[in-house]
């Protein structure tokens, strides 16, 4: 396993981390368990949660997954300290999180607490702001049809950057938090919030993690070249396009349960005929290299220039075990070569 040092923090982490966002509901406590120690096996020591999880959220099992962790941690706390956990407070859309209420210095106070308690640990290693409380180019909103960027009232988001920093710089020096991090956010963000940290004396973020993967390449090359230059690592989430990138979806397929046989909340709207036509051409280039088409996505992803380390998820061992192979793979230049051509013609698959 390699490892690589997470943006400015003093933190060395994996090439993989360990995604959780089934565990709670498509996977057990058991479940959850039997991947830890996979994980670790294989010296995985990142872990990335968020309070939202698990998905599909709903308030059924909101939290759930933070507590499965918290499980694991209480049962195993001569291991806490060798592994680095993320996790992430909820913004604005879910009524049973702080009544759908934007994300505030005080929410980050209220919202943090509730994840140590759930978690069962003094602190978090990296603290992350799920997503942005102004409409982003994100889940399927960076078309010239999705998200308008004339509309953001830039005075009063930059104030609400500002008290969110507050929240962060005191837990922080409580020590509550060693460091946070951005999620899906654009370089506009990432900007704002590196000026305001010196304004306000407040550690800068250490990563950004954003959906990056071969039929969703949208960061390449503006955003992932901020990172580098800023020194905050980036990390890919959703590598495999929410499953789709393994060739399990072709030709409408649904496998018993898979994640596209739950309900989404922003819909399958990653289910595109350019993705999809991408999708079997990936397949073609993995069975010529003799690899699997999500060993050859994930091998793709780890290789990007400025790529930190790699999110995945797994339902069961099988699938966590192909992916962790993928890590050791070097993707030759004639498949790389295939690859791009593809890319080139698919850049943004949905």
Known sequence: MNFNRLGSSDLQVSDICLGTMTWGIQNTQEDADAQMAMALDAGINFIDTAEMYPVPPNEQTYGDTERIIGN????NQDKRDDIVVMTKIAGAGLKYIREATPITGSAVTTAL????TRLHTDYIDVYQLHWPNRVTPHFGKHWPDGADPTRIDREKEIEG?????????????????????LSD?????????LRLCEQENVPLPVSIQNEFSLLHAKDWPYLIEMCECENIAYLPWSPLATGMLSGKY?????????RWTLAQRMGLF????????????YMQVAEKAGITPSQLALAWCRQVPGVTSTIIGATTLDQLSENIAAFDLTLSKDTLSDIHGILKSY???F
């Open 250 to 258: 072709q030709n409408g397929a649904r496998p018993e349960g898979s």
């Open 347 to 349: 850049p943004l698959g």
């Open 72 to 75: 694991w941690i209480a049962r």
């Open 161 to 181: 950057m500002r008290d969110i920093l507050r929240g962060i710089k005191a837990a922080i020096d409580a020590g509550k938090i060693r460091h946070w991090g």
């Open 113 to 116: 607490e509730d994840s140590l």
């Open 185 to 193: 956010d654009t370089p506009w963000g990432i900007h704002t919030f």
């Open 270 to 281: 990653r289910d595109q005929a350019p993705a999809q036509a991408a999708t079997a051409q």
